[in-house]
């Protein structure tokens, strides 16, 4: 990478950050590209939040991803916000523009990618099902609400009032039915009876954890049903193999990943990444 005094510096802020993919994915677009940027990773501490953002500013830095736990604390620090990004209560990218902070939320695009791009979702089902209610479960349950084709989306978690709280929230901003349920075998069975699309986004099966799963019984699986798992390592997930063994579709979230990632990039620069490119050094990283 030729570093020089003209180029824009990108970056990802959050606690912590040394695992984060992000400096792997937009250097490896960078170089592809041959543009004149780099892209590097900010440990911010939580009460530090205002003095980084500050930072953006004064040293003209171009623009910055933000992860776990920095998304909702950043967003009173900027002077503009986008419609999707205040739907969802999360900032995930922010831009500097013409002396302006700009916060925008594309996660909701890494999803709906995903799903049409890679999962071959081009028709969404009326009935779909997220599992957890986290941080994640925003950007997942807006993009699914905001569908034509969805008409309900039921949410399961292991604490009820904590998805009872985002369905109200979801069903102002999207206008759809958002039905609440444990994530227990029976509320499973019945969600799933009718459903066509179920989308993870617990951490469950996670690396290290990779023999955990959301899944109560398998029993509950149909095989018209899709599964997309926002979880990316490991690659394959315990749950996209219990959908597998009864014929169900099943996808891995690293290519959510990449595409959320993708578009920041295009936010900060005007050119759309080679996303296979950047899902390649990922890949490789996995490997190494």
């Not at 180029?7 to 960078?30: C, E, K, R």
């Not at 807006?142 to 369905?167: F, H, I, M, P, S």
């Not at 095989?223 to 996209?240: A, G, H, I, K, R």
Request: hydrophobic share 45%; with cysteine; proline share 3%.
């Amino acid at each position: 990478m030729n570093i020089r005094a003209t180029s824009q510096i990108l970056g990802v802020i959050g606690h912590p950050v040394a695992h984060s993919f992000s400096p792997d994915m937009h250097n490896a677009a960078i170089a592809a590209l041959g543009v004149d940027y780099c892209y590097v990773a900010f440990h911010v501490l939580p009460e530090r939040v205002g003095e980084a953002i500050n930072g953006l500013r004064g040293l003209n830095i171009r623009g910055l991803n933000v992860t776990i736990p920095h998304k909702l604390a950043v967003m009173e620090h900027m002077d503009r916000i986008s419609e999707e990004a205040l739907a969802v209560g999360a900032v995930n990218t922010i831009s500097l523009e013409d002396g302006e902070l700009i916060g925008y939320n594309t996660d909701v695009y890494g999803v709906l990618t995903g799903l049409r791009e890679i999962a071959g979702v081009t028709k969404f089902p009326e009935h779909c099902v997220v599992l957890g209610a986290g941080g994640a479960a925003r950007a997942v349950t807006y993009a699914l609400g905001n569908q034509d084709g969805v008409k309900r989306v039921t949410l399961l978690n292991r604490t009820v009032e904590r998805a009872e709280a985002l369905a109200a929230d979801m069903e102002k901003v999207t206008g759809k039915i958002i039905d609440v349920g444990r994530m227990d075998a029976g509320e499973q069975a019945r969600a799933f009876a009718d459903a066509g699309l179920v989308v993870n986004v617990t951490s469950l099966g996670m690396f290290p954890n990779v023999d955990a799963s959301p899944l109560v019984d398998v029993k509950a699986v149909h095989s018209e049903m899709v599964l997309y798992d926002t979880v990316f390592n490991p690659l394959e997930t315990q749950l996209m193999r219990e959908f597998k063994s009864v014929g169900a579709s099943a996808f891995g979230g690293l290519d959510m990943l990449v595409y959320q990632g993708a578009r920041s990039f295009e936010i900060w620069t005007g050119t759309m990444p080679p996303v296979d490119v950047m899902k390649q050094v990922v890949v490789k990283r996995f490997e190494g």
